[in-house]
């Protein structure tokens, strides 16, 4: 019993870690956008 609940706890931990790396990765990503092309720029829609 005592070896299933140190075994997920650690899974538990694992998976927060992860979890907060991904989210922190995804955080420093940078977005970025296109230029409009010769076609669109004299329209707004």
């Known amino acids: 019993m005592l ?14 870690i992860l979890s907060v790396l991904t989210i922190s990765k ?3 990503y940078k977005h970025t956008i ?5 076609k669109n720029k004299g329209s707004d829609m």
């Open 3 to 16: 070896l299933t609940f140190i075994i997920s706890i650690i899974i538990v931990f694992v998976v927060l």
């Open 26 to 28: 995804a955080y420093k």
């Open 34 to 38: 296109d230029e409009p092309t010769e």
